[in-house]
């Protein structure tokens, strides 16, 4: 009985041990939006940070509704893998993370922080912006899923805080790379 104790005693220890350096994500900061013609709801993504200010190593960016009403809805797993969801996060150095979209996986998303806010930076007809909004055109089908009539990519340039918007339509679909020298 001893040794269990013993064991248990070790077990615990360890894990408080962890939880006191271990950096959890304690606030957000809003990133963008995803925003459709369909209705009010939109997808909010939010940099997860830490109390050091910090983007945790790993998951550093959440995706979640928000609904007309003002309720939040996780994404289901369906809206995760094919729509809005980030299916991708890769830690390129401490608090800048390169992110990929289920429905934007050629254009790249880099998040970082800003004159010390984290901002997610896309280009946006060629110049490095800071992403606002994506705004989602769909008529409805006879079909399960609407058909999209474009998507305009909607923020800021990074070097002159000017405002830019791009139109993609589905007969137009842009690829989007950000070199690491132009951040």
Same mark, same amino acid.
């Given at each position: 009985m001893r040794g269990v104790s013993i064991v248990l005693f070790s077990i615990m220890f360890s894990f408080v041990a962890w939880s006191a350096f271990a950096e959890v994500p304690k606030k957000t900061e809003p990133l963008f939006i995803i925003e459709r013609s369909r209705n009010k709801n939109v997808v909010q993504y939010e940099a997860r940070v830490t109390e050091g200010k910090d983007l945790p190593d790993s998951n550093p960016v959440q995706a *979640?509704?928000?609904l007309e009403n003002?309720?939040?809805?996780?994404? &289901?797993?369906?809206?995760?893998? *094919? %729509?809005?969801? #980030?299916?991708? +996060?890769?830690?390129?150095?401490? &608090?800048? /993370?390169?992110?990929? =979209? %289920? %429905? /934007?996986? &050629?254009?790249? $998303?880099?998040?970082?922080k800003i004159?010390? /806010? /984290?901002? %997610?930076?896309?280009?946006?007809?060629?110049?490095?912006?800071? =992403? +606002?909004? $994506? *705004?989602?055109?769909?008529?409805?089908t006879a079909g399960l899923l609407p058909?999209? =009539?474009? #998507?305009?990519?909607?923020?800021?340039?990074?070097? !002159?805080?000017?405002?830019?918007?791009?139109? $993609? !339509?589905?007969?137009?679909n842009v690829t989007g790379k950000i070199s690491s020298t132009d951040s």
């Open positions: *979640y509704w928000i003002g309720r939040h809805e996780e994404l &289901n797993s369906i809206e995760k893998k *094919y %729509a809005y969801g #980030v299916v991708r +996060q890769e830690k390129l150095e401490q &608090n800048r /993370f390169k992110l990929t =979209l %289920a %429905a /934007f996986k &050629n254009r790249e $998303i880099l998040v970082g004159k010390g /806010f /984290f901002k %997610a930076v896309v280009l946006i007809n060629g110049q490095q912006s800071v =992403l +606002q909004k $994506i *705004y989602v055109k769909s008529e409805e058909r999209v =009539l474009y #998507v305009d990519l909607i923020g800021k340039v990074v070097k !002159t805080n000017l405002p830019v918007k791009e139109r $993609i !339509t589905p007969d137009r």
